[in-house]
């Protein structure tokens, strides 16, 4: 077989993978066993014999041992920046089999957690996932954290305080209810705890931002941590949708850092989010005069605005609450941002959750679309799209528009359901109808306050279509196949960021971004897809994550800190104790406390139940 590229004499690789099974997203050559990689790009894709002329004396030889391997995985909507700012003050209950186990990790972290400082779990489960079925108590969170701060939010529906958050929040009876918000009172007025999204998730976010941050210099730290765990999962590439307390240029400062240290472990295109209501145009041509889409490199660069453009448009997804009506202005609103950015060349993304939102939002812009003679002339794309019809796909088709699609629904299920009924989540979102369009559709996370970061839970959620629990939510006629879903975590992403012609596949002069996985994801049986992992992860011809028998070819990282951070107890997405997890997971919704205490007991800890955590489910506040 010949070789895909023609090596010149001298251009040895820097990194050879070989005895590998590649699947490399690229028809033109849909399977290799090798790949050479020189200055970060693929040099060489095929057989031994076709990188076997790139082999020199300062080649790095990795054998793959026969195992899968595929393109990195890009997250075309999440929240890394934040998150990475974040990730070393969060307990994470991503994947976590019981509510018991999470209550005693709350526990211990509380203990260890320094005066001033708080326990915070943000988002990544839900309570679904528990083998109880239910949420803490706030006499549970009470009872484990009696002076600690702890600060619980549940989706996008609402958070859990403990007496000692309340305090340093400064919620009292006096305190009034938010727009959108409630603080939930007993008879005497007095703040219980809870704080729900009626339906605007704002209070929620409002209120987590009181909580202590890292300094500039933990926040590095914290990043690189993040930007690592997610390589633990295959993940080289991510756009960031920005968010709520996410202002340009501050909060970017920590993330331009590290790229220019070259740092950066996980390529980044970025969005802007206008933060203040009736300020949002200001913001937009603040930054058209400073910053430009595309400007950047590699790893770090402006891939548009969104995904937000305006606060009066927005459309909570708490589908707790019915569907919220737009406001008066919003099409004005909307049409006023979309017309600036169009007229300067900014793509953009926006938050549409329903389709009723997405018809307005079509409306404003095929009232442009006419005024330009055509097109809107910019690469633009709806968020989430849970409820979006055939006919609002068609229109958006038309007007050049894509979608990105997240596994929101894996997590919220249950609510959906009540509300609109079993047959309307078969198509919540109608993935397989978007695709028969021919509209791009990306896939990711929208982590990490609500669905995980973990890219295998959602590549489960597209091909199997159960939730977390076990709920069928789609049937046959809503699922893709494995090598599609694969697809629109990586190919599709890099169209969505404008990169599609520099990653993606595995492809010669591509980025050489390449993960080898703990287990074959296209024979796997269905219910082991969630717990695949990579075991080495390369970006840019870097090693930046590697375990089991490859474990310490990867760079160390600077050691966490603070270092009572619950990640350097517990680090982030679940792992049980001696690899229980592959046999007893949130998927299969039959774990129990029993578990967790047989394993302390077998280190030789004292330990009685919960130690005396309450845990009787009629005291659960919902």
């Known amino acids: ?21 590649i699947h490399t997203g690229d028809p033109a050559r849909p399977a290799a066993s090798a790949v050479a990689i020189r200055r970060g790009v693929f ?24 195992r899968r391997a595929i393109p990195g995985l890009n997250d075309s909507h999440t929240h890394v920046i934040r998150g990475g700012g974040n990730y070393l003050l969060e307990l994470r209950w991503d994947g976590v089999p019981s509510l018991a186990i999470a209550l005693r990790m709350l526990k211990e972290q509380a203990e260890r957690t320094p005066q001033g400082q708080w326990v915070r779990v943000v988002g990544g ?31 996008y529906q609402s958070a859990l305080l403990n007496r000692a958050a309340l305090e340093a929040v400064g919620f009292t009876r006096e305190s009034p209810n938010p727009p959108g918000g409630q603080i939930t009172r007993d008879h005497a007025g007095n703040p219980t705890g809870l704080l729900l999204a009626a339906p605007s998730a704002a209070i929620l976010y409002s209120t987590l931002a009181k909580g202590p941050v890292l300094d500039p210099a933990q926040q590095e730290v914290s990043t690189r941590h993040f930007l690592r765990e997610l390589n633990r999962f295959g993940v080289t590439s991510a756009i960031d949708a920005a968010g709520g307390f996410q202002s340009f240029p501050e909060n970017y400062g920590v993330i331009m ?65 019915p569907r919220p009506e737009p406001t008066a202005n919003a099409a004005r609103d909307v049409e006023a941002a979309a017309r600036l950015l169009i007229e300067h060349g900014w793509g953009f993304r926006l938050h549409a959750t329903y389709d009723e939102t997405i018809r307005q939002d079509l409306d404003v812009f095929e009232k442009i679309a006419a005024d330009l003679g055509g097109g809107l002339g910019v690469p633009w794309l709806f968020d989430h799209a849970e409820t979006v019809t055939g006919h609002s796909l068609d229109r958006i088709r038309a007007l050049g528009g894509n979608i990105a699609v997240q596994h929101r629904m894996m997590y919220q299920a249950k609510p959906f359901i009540e509300r609109y009924g079993r047959q309307a989540a078969r198509y919540a979102p109608p993935i397989r109808q978007m695709l028969a369009t021919g509209i791009t559709v990306g896939a990711g996370t929208d982590a990490t306050r609500v669905a995980s970061y973990n890219p295998w839970v959602s590549l489960y ?10 709920t069928q939510l789609y049937g046959a006629d809503n699922l893709v196949d494995r090598a599609t879903a694969l697809a629109m975590y990586t190919a599709s992403g890099a ?31 269905d219910e082991q897809i969630p717990h695949i992992e990579s075991v080495l992860t390369i970006a840019g011809g870097r090693i930046v994550y590697a375990d089991d028998d490859h474990e310490g070819f990867a760079a ?18 679940y ?25 302390r007991e077998r280190r030789g800890e004292h330990v009685t139940s919960l130690d005396g955590l309450h845990t009787d489910p009629l005291d659960a506040c919902f």
Do not use: C
């Open 1 to 21: 077989m010949n070789s895909v590229s023609t090596p010149t004499a001298g251009s040895a690789a820097d990194l050879v993978v070989r005895n590998a099974r």
């Open 43 to 66: 040099v060489a894709v095929g057989e031994e014999a076709d990188v076997a002329g790139h082999i020199g004396p300062g080649t790095r030889i990795v054998d793959a041992l026969g």
């Open 125 to 155: 489960w839900t309570a679904e996932q528990f083998a109880e079925r239910r949420l803490p108590t706030l006499r549970e969170l009470n009872a484990a954290a009696p002076d600690t701060p702890v600060f619980v939010l549940h989706l």
């Open 257 to 321: 850092r590290l790229a220019e240290r070259g740092e950066l472990t996980v390529r980044i295109a970025y969005h802007l989010f206008p933060q203040t209501a009736g300020q949002e145009l200001e913001d937009l041509r603040r930054w058209i005069t400073t910053v430009s889409p595309g400007q950047g490199d590699s790893w770090l660069r402006l891939n548009g605005a969104g995904e937000n453009l305006t606060w009066s448009a927005a459309d909570f997804e708490n589908f707790a609450e």
């Open 461 to 470: 959620w597209l091909t199997v279509g159960k939730a977390i629990g076990g």
């Open 495 to 525: 169209k969505l960021s404008g990169e599609a012609e520099q990653k993606g596949t595995v492809t010669v002069g591509k980025y050489a971004d390449l993960a080898l996985l703990s287990a074959d994801y296209f024979t796997v049986p």
């Open 556 to 573: 160390p990282l600077p050691p966490i800190a603070p270092a009572w951070s619950p990640v350097a107890h517990y680090g982030g997405y």
């Open 575 to 599: 792992s049980a104790p001696d690899g229980a997890n592959q046999a007893r997971t949130i998927f299969d919704a039959v774990a129990d406390s029993a578990e967790h205490t047989r394993w």
